[in-house]
């Protein structure tokens, strides 16, 4: 029953209003707030678990009544009751979604990484179109993003570009933008009007602290070299880019973007911890998806999540066989409907496991 995770939850509760009340954990802001916020999360949760309480006590009680003598009174109970079951299967609903585990690494920062894949320099004009979208979508969702590198190629095509994107919920809500996307249209340069299909590859890594992944740094090789642009030209006289080698794993970061050498080191480590993160996660999510359904979210980043088809103005998403006919809105950043239906989807499949 679900009455029976109350007790659990109530000491849990407890446990942080104790820890809230800690001076230590107040002189840590970051601490503090992440334990303030799940304090506010188990709040709501508990509010509702005492409506379902005196609801399921309202029920019994008038259960009780209907096997009495008294019929004017119980004509009255059986349509107040009708209400109240009605009531019960909503809240309970309402629980299940509430009590499916949640990821911490959900509710913070992510690391956008957008690669040109297939196509030529039209996949590197589509990588350029979706760094565009997430940055107009970053803006609706009152985030803040900062480019950690951005390599340009001629004719406003991107070869790479890896965000930093802060925020509530950022990473929760863009990882389902992990995987290849599509785009089928006819290029400027195409002069017979055919349609081209081209990709490129999104990954949304969460953005990890040094607490969340221990580096070593006798396991790093750090290189010095001068930043280029297009075409190779040196665009600095000083060894100010880095290239960090994590030699356990063979993962090469490298970043350019700053003049400062100490600057382009912290961004690089940012890139570095997050896929070191990412890979270990991935690792835990397969061992899962091997005994059940892979969630929306936690799928393959080497499969075709989505196509932009321009010539019939749709967008459709395959993991849920969702067409919308909105690529103009879409593509311009509004990737709400979108991922309201990825979101649903996700919570169908986790309701399963409980």
């Not at 349509?79 to 949640?102: N, T």
């Not at 990821?103 to 297939?118: K, Q």
């Not at 996660?281 to 936690?298: D, I, P």
């Not at 980043?301 to 967008?315: E, H, L």
């Amino acid at each position: 029953m679900l009455l029976d995770k109350l007790p659990a939850l109530k000491e849990k509760f407890s446990e942080l209003e104790t820890q809230l009340s800690d001076p230590e954990l107040m002189a840590n802001n970051r601490k503090y707030a992440k334990i303030a916020r799940e304090h506010n999360e188990l709040s709501h949760v508990l509010e509702v678990f005492h409506s379902y309480e005196e609801l399921m006590t309202n029920i019994e009680e008038g259960e009780s009544i209907l096997h009495g003598e008294d019929e004017e009174l119980k004509e009255i109970v059986r349509e107040e009751l009708d209400e109240s079951l009605a009531e019960k299967a909503r809240l309970e609903e309402d629980l299940k979604i509430l009590l499916i585990p949640k990821d911490p690494l959900d509710r913070g920062a992510a690391l956008l990484e957008i690669r040109a894949g297939a196509g030529g320099d039209e996949a590197a004009l589509f990588a350029t179109d979706l760094v565009r979208m997430y940055l107009r979508y970053t803006e609706t969702m009152n985030w803040k993003y900062e480019f950690i590198t951005r390599n340009e190629m001629g004719g406003g095509g991107t070869k790479e570009a890896i965000i930093q994107v802060t925020g509530d919920d950022a990473y929760g809500t863009l990882k389902f933008e992990s995987g290849v996307h599509r785009v089928q249209r006819i290029p400027q340069t195409e002069s017979s009007g055919r349609i081209h299909t081209s990709a490129a590859t999104v990954a949304v890594l969460p953005e990890a602290e040094e607490v969340d992944i221990e580096i070593n740094t006798s396991d790093l090789r750090i290189d010095t070299f001068r930043a280029s642009g297009a075409g190779g030209q040196h665009v600095n006289k000083t060894e100010s880019a880095i290239r960090i080698t994590h030699m356990p794993s063979g993962m090469v970061v490298s970043c350019q973007d700053e003049s400062s050498q100490h600057k382009n080191k912290d961004k690089a480590m940012k890139v570095l911890r997050a896929r070191l993160l990412a890979e270990e996660t991935e690792k835990q999510n397969s061992q899962v998806a091997a005994m059940r359904k892979t969630l929306v979210s936690t799928g393959d980043r080497s499969a075709k999540i989505r196509t932009y088809n321009y010539p019939q103005g749709r967008v459709t998403d395959h993991r849920i066989n969702l067409t919308l006919y909105r690529l103009e809105e879409i593509t311009n950043g509004d990737l709400s409907e979108l991922h309201e239906k990825l979101v649903a989807a996700e919570m169908v499949n986790r309701l399963e496991l409980l």
